[in-house]
């Protein structure tokens, strides 16, 4: 049997080690990342963690781990994001990547994480580790003359347009802004923020009302005819909105379509009259989320009430115990107790729950509840009601 190790890799070994083990998982192959390609990702990992499993001295499989932060109910908590996980293909079906996953939960759990989040290669797989699956980010299509009304219509303020060179700091500390008022939203740590304007691959356009920013965007053009494609539109009011989408009918001679990702709690349905939107999901996969630390999810928004909850975590056993979840004043406190449960529920109930991502009656038929009663159902859809979280960050 070869020594199997697990551990934290340095920087010279993830250029060395795991940047090409990524290369051949996510990229189209023969060839592979060549060295050069790899010492220009270098500077995406100075501050990622990445946890490998070693079968003597060659990497088997790894995890990286973004700091970043994350929105719940209101309140911005430190969160883990898990980008990339990665395995050879002689090493798979060999358990190396929950052991890997197990080993970065035991990583967050030491650095004082609350929540993780990642975008899964296979969802069934990571919700068995207790993540729980976000509403899926959804493409608005249409007709770019189907915005042809906006333009005769007085909206107060103005747009600019700007490169993504001299922008960004504008659209960053905008969206940090909408990140306190959007529930799931997590965003990437500065280092990975000032890399970004570098690529300079869209345009920022903003929105104001005298000094006031009401909101931002990120587009580009394909091509004179083609799409006019909005990765990220944020905004404050409706006013904003409808200045941006303002600024989009002035290209109703330069583009034919309009292309919009929106979370699923945008409507965009509902903006103008005869748009005939068609949605498409993303290419991308959708975004799960997982609680981490049951004893640091307390301050965030809940309803009334209180209940007893005895938390089954397989793969983090800090988690393991009777925990009492409370309103005061609005805000969630928990507490670990000696004293018996309302119901048993595994993480991935209690991370469905926080997240507000399923219903509380269909714990049970999901696998995430025992001994889950009416009365206590009722009690966790008041505190923790339905919300539809919106991850922001592709990573």
Same mark, same amino acid.
């Given at each position: ?21 990524? /290369? ?44 970043? #932060? ?16 990665? #395995? ?102 500065? /280092? ?89 999901? #993303? ?62 529920? #595994?993480?991935?109930?209690? /991370? ?44």
């Amino acid at each position: 049997m070869p020594d199997v190790t697990i551990r934290p890799l340095t920087l010279d070994e993830v250029v060395r080690d795991f940047m090409p083990l990524v /290369s051949y998982s996510f990229t189209a192959t023969p060839p592979m990342f060549t060295e050069e390609q790899r010492e220009t990702r270098r500077q995406y990992y100075e501050e990622r963690t990445v946890i490998g499993v070693y079968e003597e001295e060659t990497l088997m499989a790894g995890a990286g781990i973004i700091p970043m #932060t994350q929105n719940v109910r209101g309140t911005i908590y430190p969160m883990g994001g898990i980008a990339p996980v990665t #395995t050879r293909p002689e090493a798979r079906r060999k358990g190396y990547a929950r052991d890997v996953m197990q080993a970065a939960f035991q990583h967050m759990h030491n650095a004082g994480y609350s929540v993780t989040g990642l975008y899964p290669f296979r969802e069934s797989f990571y919700e068995r580790l207790g993540y729980v699956t976000f509403p899926q980010v959804r493409i608005a299509e249409f007709a770019a003359t189907a915005l042809a009304p906006l333009l005769r219509m007085t909206i107060p303020g103005r747009v600019t347009m700007q490169p993504m060179t001299e922008g960004f700091d504008t659209f960053r500390a905008y969206t940090l802004e909408r990140q306190r008022e959007t529930h799931g939203m997590a965003y990437h740590p500065p /280092s990975v923020a000032r890399n970004r304007p570098n690529r300079n691959e869209e345009w920022v356009a903003v929105a104001r009302h005298g000094d006031q920013i009401l909101g931002v965007m990120l587009y580009k053009i394909t091509d004179f005819g083609g799409t006019f494609e909005v990765s990220q539109m944020h905004y404050s009011t409706g006013q904003g909105k409808y200045l941006l989408l303002q600024w989009i009918a002035r290209h109703i001679d330069q583009t034919k379509k309009v292309q919009i990702e929106l979370p699923a709690a945008a409507n965009a349905e509902t903006w103008l009259s005869d748009v005939d939107i068609k949605f498409h999901s #993303t290419t991308w996969v959708t975004a799960m989320g997982r609680i981490l630390d049951v004893q640091k999810i307390g301050g965030m928004a809940v309803g009334d009430g209180a209940f007893v909850a005895k938390i089954q975590d397989d793969l983090c056993p800090w988690n393991n115990g009777i925990f009492a979840f409370d309103a005061r004043e609005g805000r969630l406190l928990v507490r670990e107790l000696r004293s018996l449960p309302d119901c048993t529920l #595994t993480i991935q109930g209690l /991370s469905a729950l926080v997240f507000g991502t399923h219903d509380p009656s269909d714990f049970v038929w999901r696998g995430w509840a025992q001994h889950l009663g009416e009365t206590t159902v009722r009690q966790m859809a008041v505190m923790f009601p339905r919300a539809l979280p919106h991850m922001h960050e592709a990573y």
